[in-house]
């Protein structure tokens, strides 16, 4: 069967890897694989050719090799092919990122390549955190261990500034980085310290970075404050990432010069909508309002309005305001302040969509059927008056008929909530029925006090009024993106590609283990397929977990030239068009929409964009990375400093992970923390890797995911940002190993 594959004039050479994955091979089988292609090496029915690849010798060669007696020069002339490659294989260089460990050893990522490469210590070579590195493989892949590898030259220092803590003696001093993966304390000679005194928090510039044997040298650049000051730690977390926290001088002054009123001559040419009735619907605490609403019935017929602050029209390309905005690439929301892409007099200004002020907008007139259609549209140029500026608590107060004063005080506007209600519940069942996929995990909601202290945390309350925005954002995303996919004009989209089913497939087989009905993946699974799973599962302990490793086993989305649909929402045009005021993609695609709307769209203008849209497309998705994870660290340290004030207190929480060195365990405030395997005094406890639990080799007990446990909190760590939990029930004479740790 496989030399029949192989001689397909469809075939292409392939490794033994892409083999196995073409054919569906488990990875316990693929032995017997390389067995079989062992073995028709040996009849000479296939080769190995130059890139590794394996590839069949046609029948006619062979038998007139056969013939001629070459059948054993050719085995000969194979085995030093393949000796030869092995080789060049254990000569090749490798090149990826080094990222250093606190115990000393590290690992290099490699573009394109799933697992990385483990560096012992003792092979690091004094590679800095970060640093782009030449590496050259000393053990191959074995089961349990990845590949090991050696660093043999170091190609270039990408970190080049670090933020932590300083500590001063009289005639020098140190910063002690916040980041524990740059293992070494950065030395600071005495000129160099900028009056920085012990306990201050600053960037240090490296000069020197150092060896195995000695420590980086720098110089302090700022002084961002003394640790332990309102706001000190955010910032640093942000300063950390390279986060541009103040916009520069050019760019505010452009931003000064943009008138804050309207004119009718703003108004030319424009659809004008200013006696809809229409609202913003937002958190209390939100200033970009780049969002508006209007819905009205005739017949059996919708008619959604979703309308979008016009940015474009202020931000022009290439002038300095765009570029700052391209260099951001989007706001960052953190616990105590938002990182602007825009200055404030845009973004809570002229383009902020103010009830009861005249706004220039672009907007998506949808006409949508019973079903949940969008059966005709168009989207044009408006200028907008918002009737009101709601909030989420009160829409959602409305809806559910929870407070009469607040649905006294907007009765005139009450009958079009409901109707936004009922369409928002047909157009998320018809988003549903073609398989989108939701994973409803909790968001956390971090409670600051004036000195920036959190005095509570919460799960996030998803509502009525917060889903009847998203289906109509979503709705008019799809649409837009749809339009301009036929128009063939060069775009953004936002893709979201299928999983790879080996990961799937994995998960399905954990999940069937647990006697849950799953189908076997196919080469390729479809959104619904991996919607059931989740009805499935829906309600039983192991829900988040198994949710967990579904989203971990998915792609991530991103920005893309190339409209090749989001897999997530079962769509197969998508795009980021309704906050052109915290994202850079959807301010671009504004600028496409109002070229084709005013008949610009040139030859000229489509192969600009096609030269621009590229670069846009791939920084604005590694900025959204960068924006997520520094958002992410902000609220994992805040929750860690809530916790130290929580210090052996007992909570009820749910095992949302279970691993080999101990489980997680997650409160209902979204807080998880960790009980380390060796907290557990009771019993020797052993780990099952296939169905992901712990257990007691002597009691029997077992810690497993989605148990619900009383754990007591033993610990909280501001600088890993790490909690520590302990059985509730267990002795808590167990601080040797924490103080070991």
Same mark, same amino acid.
């Given at each position: 069967?496989?030399?029949?594959?192989?001689?397909?004039?469809?075939?292409?050479?392939?490794?033994?890897?892409?083999?196995?994955?073409?054919?569906?091979?488990?990875?316990?089988?693929?032995?017997?694989?390389?067995?079989?292609?062992?073995?028709?090496?040996?009849?000479?029915?296939?080769?190995?050719?130059?890139?590794?690849?394996?590839?069949?010798?046609?029948? +006619? !060669?062979?038998?007139?090799? %056969?013939?001629?007696?070459?059948?054993?020069? /050719? *085995?000969?002339?194979?085995?030093?092919? =393949? $000796?030869?490659?092995?080789?060049?294989?254990?000569?090749?260089?490798?090149?990826?990122?080094?990222?250093?460990?606190?115990?000393?050893?590290?690992?290099?990522?490699?573009?394109?390549?799933?697992?990385?490469?483990?560096?012992?210590?003792?092979?690091?070579?004094?590679?800095?955190?970060?640093?782009?590195?030449?590496?050259?493989?000393?053990?191959?892949?074995?089961?349990?261990?990845?590949?090991?590898?050696?660093?043999?030259?170091?190609?270039?220092?990408?970190?080049?500034?670090?933020?932590?803590?300083?500590?001063?003696?009289?005639?020098?001093?140190?910063?002690?980085?916040?980041?524990?993966?740059?293992?070494?304390?950065?030395?600071?000679?005495?000129?160099?310290?900028?009056?920085?005194?012990?306990?201050?928090?600053?960037?240090?510039?490296? +000069? !020197?970075?150092?060896?195995? %044997?000695?420590?980086?040298?720098?110089?302090? /650049? *700022?002084?961002?404050?003394?640790?332990? =000051? $309102?706001?000190?730690?955010?910032?640093?977390?942000?300063?950390?990432?390279?986060?541009?926290?103040?916009?520069?001088?050019?760019?505010?002054?452009?931003?000064?010069?943009?008138?804050?009123?309207?004119?009718?001559?703003?108004?030319?040419?424009?659809?004008?909508?200013?006696?809809?009735?229409?609202?913003?619907?937002?958190?209390?605490?939100?200033?970009?309002?780049?969002?508006?609403?209007?819905?009205?019935?005739?017949?059996?017929?919708?008619?959604?309005?979703?309308?979008?602050?016009?940015?474009?029209?202020?931000?022009?390309?290439?002038?300095?305001?765009?570029?700052?905005?391209?260099?951001?690439?989007?706001?960052?929301?953190?616990?105590?302040?938002?990182?602007?892409?825009?200055?404030?007099?845009?973004?809570?200004?002229?383009?902020?969509?103010?009830?009861?002020?005249?706004?220039?907008?672009?907007?998506?007139?949808?006409? /949508?059927?019973?079903?949940?259609?969008?059966?005709?549209?168009?989207?044009?140029?408006?200028?907008?008056?918002?009737?009101?500026?709601?909030?989420?608590?009160?829409?959602?107060?409305?809806?559910?008929?929870?407070?009469?004063?607040?649905?006294?005080?907007?009765?005139?506007?009450?009958?079009?909530?409901?109707?936004?209600?009922?369409?928002?519940?047909?157009?998320?069942?018809?988003?549903?029925?073609?398989?989108?996929?939701?994973?409803?995990?909790?968001?956390?909601?971090?409670?600051?006090?004036?000195?920036?202290?959190?005095?509570?945390?919460?799960?996030?309350?998803?509502?009525?009024?917060?889903?009847?925005?998203?289906?109509?954002?979503?709705?008019?995303?799809?649409?837009?993106?749809?339009?301009?996919?036929?128009?063939?004009?060069?775009?953004?989209?936002?893709?979201?590609?299928?999983?790879?089913?080996?990961?799937?497939?994995?998960?399905?087989?954990?999940?069937?283990?647990?006697?849950?009905?799953?189908?076997?993946?196919?080469?390729?699974?479809?959104?619904?397929?991996?919607?059931?799973?989740?009805?499935?599962?829906?309600?039983?302990?192991?829900?988040?977990?198994?949710?967990?490793?579904?989203?971990?086993?998915?792609?991530?989305?991103?920005?893309?030239?190339?409209?090749?649909?989001?897999?997530?929402?079962?769509?197969?045009?998508?795009?980021?068009?309704?906050?052109?005021?915290?994202?850079?993609?959807?301010?671009?695609?504004?600028?496409?929409?109002?070229?084709?709307?005013?008949?610009?769209?040139?030859?000229?203008?489509?192969?600009?964009?096609?030269?621009?849209?590229?670069?846009?497309?791939?920084?604005?998705?590694?900025?959204?990375?960068?924006?997520?994870?520094?958002?992410?660290?902000?609220?994992?340290?805040?929750?860690?400093?809530?916790?130290?004030?929580?210090?052996?207190?007992?909570?009820?929480?749910?095992?949302?992970?279970?691993?080999?060195?101990?489980?997680?365990?997650?409160?209902?405030?979204?807080?998880?923390?960790?009980?380390?395997?060796?907290?557990?005094?009771?019993?020797?406890?052993?780990?099952?890797?296939?169905?992901?639990?712990?257990?007691?080799?002597?009691?029997?007990?077992?810690?497993?995911?989605?148990?619900?446990?009383?754990?007591?909190?033993?610990?909280?760590?501001?600088?890993?940002?790490?909690?520590?939990?302990?059985?509730?029930?267990?002795?808590?004479?167990?601080?040797?190993?924490?103080?070991?740790?």
């Amino acid at each position: 069967m496989l030399y029949d594959v192989m001689c397909c004039k469809e075939y292409t050479p392939m490794r033994a890897k892409d083999m196995a994955v073409l054919l569906q091979i488990p990875a316990g089988k693929r032995e017997e694989l390389h067995k079989t292609l062992d073995a028709l090496l040996e009849e000479g029915k296939i080769t190995v050719n130059k890139r590794g690849r394996y590839e069949a010798v046609r029948e +006619k !060669k062979r038998k007139d090799a %056969k013939k001629s007696g070459k059948k054993e020069r /050719i *085995e000969e002339k194979r085995e030093k092919k =393949e $000796k030869r490659g092995k080789n060049k294989r254990e000569e090749a260089y490798l090149t990826g990122t080094f990222i250093s460990n606190p115990k000393g050893f590290g690992f290099v990522e490699i573009e394109d390549e799933e697992t990385d490469i483990y560096i012992p210590e003792e092979n690091t070579c004094g590679a800095f955190y970060k640093d782009l590195v030449q590496i050259q493989i000393v053990k191959e892949e074995r089961e349990g261990h990845r590949r090991e590898g050696k660093v043999v030259k170091i190609l270039e220092h990408t970190v080049t500034s670090v933020v932590g803590t300083v500590e001063k003696s009289d005639s020098f001093g140190f910063l002690i980085p916040d980041n524990r993966k740059i293992t070494k304390d950065i030395f600071i000679p005495i000129e160099c310290m900028k009056n920085a005194v012990t306990g201050d928090k600053a960037i240090a510039q490296i +000069k !020197k970075y150092g060896s195995s %044997k000695r420590n980086p040298e720098g110089k302090i /650049i *700022e002084i961002l404050g003394h640790e332990g =000051e $309102k706001g000190v730690d955010v910032l640093s977390v942000a300063k950390s990432y390279e986060l541009p926290m103040e916009f520069p001088e050019k760019v505010m002054n452009q931003a000064e010069k943009i008138k804050t009123e309207l004119n009718e001559g703003d108004f030319f040419g424009r659809m004008d909508l200013r006696d809809w009735t229409m609202v913003t619907i937002d958190g209390e605490d939100a200033k970009d309002l780049d969002d508006a609403v209007s819905l009205t019935k005739e017949g059996e017929f919708y008619r959604l309005g979703v309308h979008i602050a016009d940015v474009s029209n202020y931000v022009q390309y290439n002038s300095a305001l765009d570029r700052e905005a391209l260099k951001r690439g989007t706001s960052v929301y953190l616990v105590d302040r938002v990182i602007p892409m825009l200055p404030k007099k845009l973004s809570n200004g002229i383009c902020s969509l103010n009830a009861g002020e005249d706004r220039l907008a672009l907007s998506c007139l949808m006409d /949508i059927d019973k079903k949940g259609n969008v059966v005709g549209h168009k989207i044009a140029e408006t200028v907008i008056h918002v009737t009101e500026r709601m909030t989420y608590t009160n829409v959602n107060k409305i809806l559910t008929h929870a407070d009469e004063a607040v649905t006294k005080k907007y009765q005139e506007l009450v009958p079009m909530f409901f109707l936004m209600k009922e369409l928002s519940e047909i157009v998320r069942k018809n988003r549903k029925k073609r398989g989108a996929i939701d994973f409803d995990f909790p968001e956390s909601k971090v409670i600051l006090d004036e000195n920036g202290k959190p005095v509570d945390i919460y799960e996030y309350e998803h509502n009525s009024a917060t889903d009847l925005i998203e289906d109509f954002m979503l709705l008019a995303n799809e649409t837009v993106a749809e339009e301009y996919y036929f128009n063939e004009i060069p775009f953004v989209y936002r893709t979201h590609e299928e999983p790879d089913s080996e990961k799937i497939e994995s998960v399905f087989s954990m999940i069937r283990a647990g006697k849950i009905k799953v189908k076997k993946a196919k080469e390729n699974v479809s959104p619904k397929e991996i919607q059931q799973v989740l009805k499935e599962i829906e309600g039983l302990e192991c829900e988040p977990f198994f949710a967990r490793l579904l989203l971990r086993s998915m792609k991530q989305a991103k920005y893309t030239t190339d409209c090749i649909g989001h897999f997530g929402l079962a769509a197969r045009y998508y795009c980021h068009f309704t906050s052109p005021i915290r994202r850079y993609p959807d301010l671009q695609i504004h600028r496409i929409i109002k070229e084709n709307l005013r008949s610009r769209m040139t030859k000229e203008k489509k192969q600009h964009y096609k030269e621009i849209l590229p670069d846009v497309a791939s920084r604005s998705s590694m900025l959204e990375r960068r924006a997520e994870e520094v958002e992410r660290e902000t609220v994992k340290m805040k929750k860690a400093e809530y916790m130290m004030a929580h210090i052996g207190e007992e909570f009820e929480g749910i095992i949302s992970g279970v691993t080999e060195w101990g489980f997680y365990v997650e409160l209902s405030n979204t807080i998880e923390g960790l009980v380390h395997v060796n907290l557990l005094t009771d019993d020797y406890y052993e780990y099952d890797r296939e169905h992901y639990t712990l257990t007691g080799e002597d009691t029997g007990k077992v810690y497993k995911m989605g148990q619900k446990i009383r754990v007591k909190v033993l610990r909280a760590d501001l600088a890993t940002r790490t909690v520590d939990f302990l059985p509730a029930k267990e002795k808590t004479a167990v601080f040797s190993y924490l103080d070991e740790e």
